[in-house]
């Protein structure tokens, strides 16, 4: 409905018009009427103005009793003035001016023009009145009571009736008892004919076309148009007329309804509106405040409209933008076959959406999430673009920070293990497609852990850093240097070509490191040991490559540290032993696998035992006696050295106070003491409890010290032997000769003894170099007043040499082995109380 009357009147207007000039007596404007069948004349003077209209209504006021009248000018008794409606009104707003001026007819008027009549009659019968018409009775519509007039009656009755009743037709009463009727129409056509005192049965219309009450107005109005009539007499029951319709009553009737339609269909449309201008507002509203930069192009590209959180982002303004390619937000960082993509998915799915770089006015680039939408027509063709984006430069930053700070190691910046295994495993891929080879080195600092337990965690992290320069700057660009954890790093050196070439950066890596540096204002000498495995021979995998690499630095930790190893496939076999002992190691000490030996020391010119060393050993239930120096340095690495060493002290101690107690031994014996156990494990405190604990005087315990340990002159080594020898113990140097000693340094140690290593006195009877040397060392502890002892004296010759040079006290095989507490008692006891006395005396 509403579509109809939002159409302009000139659609529904008739334009049969019928016009006279104001002069045109009334009988000749009847007569045009009744020629023409209008119901209507109007009335214009030469220029073609409306001056008034003459309607079949108006017919009913010519006085018929007076001849001249019908000569009156019609100007005289014509209606004016009349309301005249543009042809472009709406038929909407043309019924409200009907209902404004209480008219039903307007003349339509086009550029001055009269084009044609509208009426109330016509909107409704352009609405499509069936619907209406249908559901209505003619009983219904609330007409007139029929007038009925006698057909002797005279035509100035009927004429004077229908005018004071406001009617626009009577019921004939004919004398055969049938009706006719009499319409406004006929009266005009009466005035035409100038008939005025007709008896009504001779000028009636007969006869009266009717229907009964319950007819509906559709049935009714399908009558009218079949008869071609315009008035049906309405009927009840016992055939008596009751009412007389009209085509206008039956129109009227269903004006109410109809309006009611009406108005019911424009509120609708109303709310309709106002829903669909909130809406714009709203959308407006979002458009214009919403965070979101959006662009809105034709269907060329070229930007119409932008809101104002694209020129917040872009830092272009309204006026630069609009007319404008979004080009000018182009980075230059996406290919063209990224906008290639876009567009075709755009043409073909009618979106896109995703991640582009940008670049602001201010030449700074950005991220952005873009959205971009295709508004087609109902053709489907393209008529704007709307593009939606977001800045999301610092979710992009944070992203990236994020993923950065998950693959790299926070303190030093390098690659973690997650990025590393990632590099290797891309590495072995690469290798394996153009057939190239790869070095994998694996580092491990040595003895880190007691720069941080020394000087602090601080000092460590100040360590590591510069470790982590150091390797970025020596290795080649292409290599990937990674942190691992702790002290552990791991470079990749690509495109190798042979193995010196890697020996080559493995040296110049151990030489970088093992270079004195100052951390936390302390001089530090730190080293590393380095395993390497090749790329393919050492393994096809990452794991195995790393495995292998990290089993090499082993074997390079057991070759004395500060150096590198190249994997070997025997290698495996000793890290599976070694990993087999350490874990042995843990639980040794509580199932009570660990036992102390002694090995008697003797004067050497009476084989009489003057002492003895005590000796660990580790019965492990499946490998058998196990020496100390295959699991010592495990213990060392894996910090078990601290608790292993205590319960030797404590051991020997027991074993001491037992014997003392038994009369057997009233000497010393000595004990092999760790650099880790003496720097780290608060050995003064320990040894002194353990003294007391079995309530023995220090003088019975001796605590040898290798050289290159006591030595460590940066270590607080020399405070730690001085509280001993405070305490009372016995100190002396074990494997002397095999160091670095400096006399000057050694002199200042509270050491009283030295032993004299086993590798000099083994060939000192053949090797002249090795008699040398121990004829020196004989010579330094009698300068220095130390005491002697000889390590490893197997031979009777290498006993005799020894005692002619003047050193007179020993240990080896060629007087007892190493034995267990119960046999080296036995010993004791064979040869009475061991006395203390002063081992080596010079001579
Ligand atoms: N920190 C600790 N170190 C310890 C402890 N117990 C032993 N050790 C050290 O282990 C290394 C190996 O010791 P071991 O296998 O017991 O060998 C000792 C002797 O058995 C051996 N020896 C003695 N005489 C001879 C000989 O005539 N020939 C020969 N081939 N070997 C002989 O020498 C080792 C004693 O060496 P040393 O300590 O240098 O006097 C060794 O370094 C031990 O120190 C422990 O409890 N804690």
């Known amino acids: 409905m509403i579509s109809l009357l939002l159409q302009p009147i000139e659609h529904i207007a008739s334009t049969d018009i019928l016009s006279c000039g104001p002069e045109t007596p009334i009988y000749e404007a009847a007569s045009l009427m009744v020629q023409s069948g209008c119901g209507s004349i109007v009335i214009m003077n030469t220029q073609g103005e409306v001056l008034g209209i003459w309607t079949e209504s108006d017919a009913l006021h010519v006085d018929l009793s007076e001849e001249a009248s019908y000569q009156h000018p019609i100007q005289d008794v014509m209606s004016s003035p009349v309301i005249t409606l543009p042809h472009s009104m709406t038929v909407h707003d043309a019924v409200v001016k009907f209902r404004q001026h209480n008219i039903r007819h307007a ?24 619907a209406f018409l249908g559901l209505k009775r003619v009983g219904a519509i609330n007409a007139h009571p029929a007038v009925i007039l006698q057909g002797s009656d005279s035509l100035p009755v009927a004429v004077n009736t229908m005018r004071q009743r406001n009617l626009t037709a009577v019921g004939i009463q004919l004398s055969d008892g049938s009706f006719g009727i009499l319409t406004q129409r ?53 055939n008596q007329l009751v009412h007389i319709i009209g085509f206008r009553e039956i129109i009227q009737s269903i004006e109410h309804e109809f309006l009611l339609e009406l108005h019911e269909a424009l509120r609708e449309r109303d709310e309709a509106l106002l829903k669909s201008q909130q809406s714009l507002l709203l959308a407006d509203k979002v458009f214009e405040s919403t965070m979101e930069g959006i662009i ?9 409209s932008i809101n104002p959180a694209f020129s917040r982002i872009t830092g272009y303004s309204r006026d630069e933008a609009v007319g404008n390619s979004p080009a000018i937000l182009k980075s230059g960082k996406q290919p063209p076959e990224f906008y290639e993509y876009l567009w075709r998915c755009l043409h073909q799915e009618g ?14 680039l950005y991220t952005e999430h873009l959205s971009i939408t295709a508004i087609r027509d109902e053709h489907g063709e393209p008529q704007h673009y709307v593009a939606v984006f977001s800045d999301i430069t610092q979710r992009k930053l944070a992203e990236e920070r994020l993923h950065f700070l998950a693959n790299h190691d926070a303190l030093t910046g390098l690659p973690n293990r997650t990025l590393f295994i990632e590099k290797l495993q891309s590495a072995v891929g690469q290798a394996k497609q153009y057939e190239r080879r790869f070095a994998l080195l694996f580092i491990d600092l040595d003895r880190f852990k007691q720069v941080n337990d020394t000087l602090g965690h601080h000092a460590g992290d100040e360590l590591l850093i510069r470790i982590a320069n150091e390797l970025q700057h020596i290795v080649p660009s292409l290599s990937t240097v990674s942190r691992l954890s702790g002290d552990e790093f791991t470079i990749l050196l690509e495109n190798i070509v042979s193995m010196q070439q890697v020996a080559y950066w493995a040296q110049s890596i151990l030489d970088a490191i093992s270079a004195k540096s100052s951390v936390a204002g302390h001089e530090v000498f730190i080293s590393s040991s380095i395993g390497i495995s090749i ?53 040794a000490l509580a199932k009570n696998e660990l036992e102390v030996w002694y090995q008697p020391k003797v004067a050497l010119d009476s084989t009489r035992i003057v002492g003895a060393e005590a000796l660990l050993r580790w019965r492990h ?73 079995y309530d023995l005087d220090s003088s019975v315990l001796e605590l040898e010290i290798t050289e290159n340990v006591a030595m460590d002159e940066d270590s607080g080594m020399v405070e730690v032997l001085h509280r001993l020898q405070t305490l009372g113990i016995y100190l002396s140097i074990d494997d002397f000769g095999t160091g670095y000693s400096s006399l000057s340094y050694l002199k200042r140690l509270p050491v009283r003894g030295l032993k004299i290593d086993q590798s000099f006195i083994k060939n000192l009877h053949q090797d002249r170099d090795d008699a040398a040397i121990t004829q020196a060392i004989i010579s330094i502890a009698r300068s220095l007043g130390l005491d002697l002892v000889a390590e490893g004296v197997e031979l009777e010759e290498q006993r005799q040499f020894l005692v002619e040079k003047g050193c007179l006290c020993g240990q080896g095989f060629l007087f007892s082995r190493a034995v267990p507490r119960e046999e080296f008692a036995e010993l004791l006891k064979k040869q009475g109380v061991l006395q203390l006395v002063e081992l080596g005396e010079p001579a």
Not at 107 to 127: A, N, P, R
Not at 351 to 364: A, D, P, T
């Open 351 to 364: 979106s896109w959406q995703g991640e582009i770089v940008n670049r602001r006015k201010n030449g700074l």
């Open 535 to 587: 790329f393919p021979e050492d393994g096809s995998v990452a794991d195995e490559l790393l495995v292998n690499a990290d089993t090499a630095m082993y074997r390079a930790k057991e070759r004395g540290k500060n150096n590198f190893q190249f994997y070997t496939a025997d290698m495996n076999a000793s890290a599976i032993e070694r990993m087999k002992l350490e874990y042995g190691l843990h639980r």
């Open 296 to 304: 809105i192009t034709d269907a060329k590209g070229i930007i119409r």
């Open 621 to 693: 239930p499946e490998m058998g006696m196990i020496s100390p120096g295959q699991f010592i340095p495990i213990a060392e690495e894996s910090s078990l050295i601290t608790s292993i060493g205590e319960w030797v002290l404590d051991t020997t101690c027991a074993d001491i106070r037992s014997w003392r107690d038994a009369g057997l031994l009233d000497g010393r014996i000595a004990a092999n003491i760790s650099g880790l156990q003496l720097k780290y494990s608060n050995i003064v405190e320990t040894v002194s409890r353990i003294l007391k604990k």
């Open 107 to 130: 003349l339509v008027k086009k550029f001055e023009t009269i084009i044609g009549m509208v009426s109330l009659s016509d909107v409704v019968l352009c609405q499509g009145p069936e």
């Open 186 to 238: 006929d009266v005009v056509r009466l005035v035409a004919t100038g008939q005025r005192h007709a008896e009504l049965g001779q000028v009636c219309t007969r006869p009266l076309v009717g229907v009964p009450l319950s007819t509906s107005l559709l049935q009714a109005r399908q009558v009218i148009l079949h008869h071609q009539i315009r008035h049906l007499g309405v009927f009840d029951d016992h």
